[in-house]
């Protein structure tokens, strides 16, 4: 199982969100989640991003996870807590314990890569809570085929 996940805010401190897409080996869609976390930073964004990602593979009883991030700085807290924030300590170690029993990997992604992700995470800034898709989300249908194609994604600013 492969997840994707994101963070984003407007501002930093600001509104944030979070969301994730899980794929299976062969770039199928699994199923994806978007969750407005309220006010915090985009760390905190980031971080519990790849945390609600472990949370979920846990819950489903799925045993394999790479989790792709963007965020470089949620890649290398798997390495060094220092980087987690002390109100997230506590999770963040309940899910070092949760992939201690799973055959896990981490690893970067440029933000091109993760196209998909950041339009669930920017979803996420509209919703009141959390929802999970167990379909592909419309918002993110053409991205999905357009990176299972294995087709350039380019953010022009």
């Not at 930073?41 to 009883?61: D, N, P, R, W, Y």
């Not at 070092?96 to 440029?110: E, Q």
Request: net charge positive; with cysteine.
């Amino acid at each position: 199982m492969k997840c994707n996940s994101d963070g984003a805010s407007l501002g930093n401190p600001g509104a944030a969100a979070c969301g994730g897409i899980y794929r299976n080996s062969n770039s199928d869609f699994i199923g994806a989640f978007a969750i407005n976390l309220g006010v915090t930073t985009t760390l905190c964004a980031e971080l519990i991003g790849a945390m609600v990602s472990i949370e979920i593979v846990h819950k489903k009883g799925w045993r394999y996870l790479w989790l792709e991030t963007d965020s470089m700085l949620v890649y290398m807290a798997f390495t060094s807590h220092k980087i987690v924030p002390l109100h997230l300590q506590n999770r963040w170690n309940n899910c070092l314990h949760l992939i201690s029993s799973m055959h896990f990997y981490v690893s970067h992604i440029f933000r091109e890569g993760n196209k998909c992700t950041d339009t669930l995470a920017n979803t996420g800034l509209s919703i009141v809570s959390h929802c999970w898709f167990s379909q592909i989300p419309a918002n993110i249908t053409a991205d999905l085929v357009s990176n299972k194609l294995g087709l350039p994604s380019f953010r022009v600013s």
